[in-house]
């Protein structure tokens, strides 16, 4: 596919354009999944639930997903996609439909990169990250994919003292325009989180991912690159996690907000995580649908239009299952947003003085089982019961 315009994200509107905006525009969410937890993942605490499953029988199962809604995959390189199996993922996508959006390079995993991938001071080891990096990119051209998600697990430290930050980001950041230079048009979807494997990680935070994209667009010197720059693209963009945005102890809608207002949102990751915490990825709608409602509602100002990436654990429940709950709990959220009064909850923002009190009043009635029980909730203006 060609770069997709995502500038109409960063449009600003005034109070009464934003009601025209919010009554118009309707979030018809489209869903893809990671193929990585489609096999039975191992832990350092506890054998894996069930035998692992070779990348031709996870694709199997998540085919029979499109029945349900599913009509994207991502997949890592090399490890479940290469050069040697591009053909069996190309059978899978013309026989099912579901589109490969996304290859990812794998930069966290192997011994090599102990130390780091594109940030490593080796420059030996930071070569074999540029290089795989590179592959991954050459991949998704080949593909016609929308973008390569990066996650710089492995990029960062447990001890500080002393550290070269400065340095360090400077390696990560070269090293991904470098890469982005050798590929020119192949958007990145950098996804950002606080710590895990790492204790903690370069570019861990949403605005970090958003200073990031700034900087490695300043490197880069591909003709290609530098047009689509020059008209209002971005093309180092992001795919924040809801799982860890909230390790992070930040708040879901006004994290997204950011890349948003940049027009950079090329991807969502979804599942529910407890503030802080390890990275659970837990199935959408476990926990947190008070903010799962608030951020769907912030993709909608903004006009999303991209996919929502299913990105779970499933441990204890079957992988098919545990996707369709998530696809539900999604369309769950879109469908009460939709249906929300846009004009009163704009303007109990912008005229709070007028409205103190009433956005909880309506939310609590919104979400209620028998609302008529919880007795009429009246507009400013009007008399109260």
């Known amino acids: 596919m060609g770069l997709i315009d995502l500038r109409g994200q960063a449009v600003v509107r005034d109070l009464d354009g934003l009601i025209e905006h919010m009554g118009r525009f309707e979030i018809v969410p489209r869903f893809s999944a990671g193929i990585w937890y489609f096999s039975p993942a191992a832990s350092r605490f506890h054998a894996r639930y069930g035998r692992e499953l070779g990348i031709e029988e996870r694709l199997e199962t998540a085919g029979r997903l499109a029945a349900f809604g599913l009509s994207g995959i991502e997949a890592h390189y090399p ?205 959408v709608g476990v926990m947190g649908t008070e903010q799962t409602e608030a951020l769907v509602y912030t993709l909608k100002m903004h006009g999303y239009s991209g996919y929502f990436g299913i990105d779970i654990n499933p441990e204890r429940v079957p992988v098919d299952i545990a996707v369709r709950n998530s696809m539900d709990a999604i369309r769950a959220a879109c469908e009460r947003v939709q249906n929300l009064d846009h004009e009163a909850v704009l303007r109990s923002h912008m005229q709070p003085g007028a409205w103190r009190g009433w956005l909880e009043g309506y939310l609590v009635r919104v979400r209620a089982g028998w609302p008529a029980s919880l007795g009429e909730w009246k507009k400013p203006g009007a008399a109260r019961t």
């Open 79 to 283: 490890n479940e996609i290469n050069e040697e199996n591009v053909g069996l993922w190309r059978s899978f996508c013309s026989a099912t439909g579901i589109r490969l959006i996304t290859v990812i390079p794998l930069l966290f995993w192997d011994a090599a990169f102990e130390f780091g991938s594109l940030s490593n001071p080796d420059e030996g080891v930071r070569r074999m990250a540029i290089d795989r990096t590179i592959a991954a990119l050459r991949l998704n051209r080949e593909l016609a994919t929308d973008f390569a998600v990066v996650w710089p697990g492995i990029d960062g430290y447990e001890h500080g003292f002393g550290m070269d930050f400065a340095g360090a980001r400077r390696r990560f950041a070269e090293g991904l325009a470098e890469a982005m230079d050798a590929v020119p048009g192949v958007r990145i979807a950098f996804e950002p989180k606080p710590y895990e494997p790492r204790g903690r990680i370069l570019y861990g935070t949403t605005p970090e991912g958003v200073l990031l994209g700034r900087d490695v667009e300043a490197m880069l010197r591909a003709e290609e690159h530098r047009r689509a720059l020059a008209e209002g693209h971005a093309m180092c963009c992001m795919n924040p996690e809801v799982g860890h945005v909230l390790m992070g102890f930040e708040e879901l809608a006004y994290a997204f907000s950011w890349p948003l207002s940049e027009g950079r949102l090329a991807h969502t990751h979804w599942n529910s995580q407890p503030l802080g915490n390890y990275d659970q990825d837990l199935g």
